[in-house]
């Protein structure tokens, strides 16, 4: 075990101060880590809490494939510990910035490219610490995958930005860095790119990513999927011969392939520049073997078909919540323009047994109510 950290506990105490004081004066508080993804929800109401200054890695078991860190530890201090082990966070949080951190990870629930093959950030999270509404320092879960009798509070955190809760501690489990990777282009229209994905996810290939985008900022418009394979040498290999030969695609070098994920891991890529200041960009989630969706917007489509992106204004939050709806799916107002948006809800409306689980969780761990306030609007 590599253990990394000496910093004493005064902060947790004087975070628990805080809420205590907060909750009795029915005094909302906005939790605060690096700031990096404040456009993800509704504008919460409250006086800031900061947590930036509760960091380090507390410890590492590389052969246990398992890290524990601070919530305010920055992300690319935890993801750079890891590779010196041939280590990584397998689900690509996405960064925005060098101020993120693994709190900020953990609450937004966030995940990049390979996550509709290696999961998401609640499937990694094995245990962590967080101060309650009541001021109380709880613990649940553990370092090891099978140690939960009951409801998984620890993973419930995974998304919540902050509602249930001030997150101080996780524990997650990583994985091995994958010994070969390659990446692949094809120059294939949305239905027959998702048509040819479906047939793909079917059969026992390395597919690890994927992201097909209409390019509108060259002349011509060019359409093109990208398919990043990792996994065992020769299984890599063997699948990019079959399918290069299969849809004409093209092997990209990989110091340009590794630019491109980590542009689409962080939304750098041109797609998302914002194309005009009325704009809103909108998250869509449908199951990966949903079609193409009628939707005049220009869109970026990653895990399989599963997560999809497109530009459009706020007022358009009804006929884009019809489409999704249709196909079985939801969708989120991810940034608002710069009026914020007002009177549309950044998320879709959740089913009743949801709703009454969620309502249940927040009055157990905040009867007042105080953590971040509306962000889940």
């Known amino acids: ?22 909750s009795a004066a029915r005094q909302p508080l906005r939790i605060v880590g690096g700031n990096t993804k404040s456009f993800y929800g509704a504008l919460a109401a409250g006086d800031t809490l900061d947590t930036t200054g509760w960091q380090g890695i507390v410890s590492h078991e590389p052969t246990e494939l398992v890290v524990t860190a601070r919530a305010g530890t920055p992300l690319a201090e935890l993801e750079a510990v890891l590779l010196e082990k041939g280590q990584c966070l397998p689900f690509e949080p996405p960064r925005f910035g060098l101020a993120s951190t693994i709190g900020g990870v953990v609450a937004a629930g966030l995940a990049g490219p390979s996550r509709a093959t290696a999961g998401g950030v609640r499937d990694f999270v094995l245990g962590l610490r967080f101060i309650d509404g009541g001021g109380e320092w709880l613990t649940f879960g553990g370092q090891v995958m099978k140690n939960v009798a009951g409801y998984d509070v620890s993973r419930a955190m995974a998304g919540s930005l902050g509602t249930l809760g001030v997150i101080t501690d996780i524990s997650l489990k990583v994985l091995p860095v994958a010994p070969a990777e390659a990446t692949l282009v094809f120059a294939l229209g949305q239905h027959d790119a998702l048509e040819q994905l479906h047939r793909w996810g079917g059969q026992p290939l390395p597919i690890n990513a994927s992201c097909w985008v209409k390019d509108e900022t060259r002349a011509g418009a060019t359409e093109r999927l990208s398919l990043r394979l990792r996994g065992a040498v020769a299984a890599v290999e063997a699948a990019c011969e079959r399918m290069a030969r299969e849809a004409s695609g093209q092997r990209l070098e990989k110091g340009a392939a590794d630019v491109e994920w980590s542009a689409c891991r962080d939304q750098t890529l041109l797609f998302f520049n914002r194309p005009s200041p009325d704009l809103c960009l909108w998250r869509l989630s449908v199951p990966q073997t949903a079609p193409a969706l009628p939707l005049s917007q220009a869109q970026l489509i990653e895990w399989q078909g599963a997560q999809r992106w ?32 007002p009177g549309v809800p950044r998320f879709d409306r959740q089913s009743a047994a949801i709703d009454t689980i969620t309502q249940r969780l927040r009055a157990e761990f905040g009867p007042a109510s105080i953590f971040n306030p509306g962000r889940m609007s």
């Open 310 to 341: 497109l530009w459009a204004p706020a007022s358009a939050a009804n006929e884009i919540r019809a489409a999704t709806a249709a196909a079985h799916g939801h969708a989120t107002l991810f940034r608002a323009d710069a009026g914020g948006a």
């Open 1 to 22: 075990m590599i253990s990394m950290s000496s910093i004493s506990e005064t902060l947790p105490h004087a975070l628990m101060d805080r809420v205590r004081a907060a």
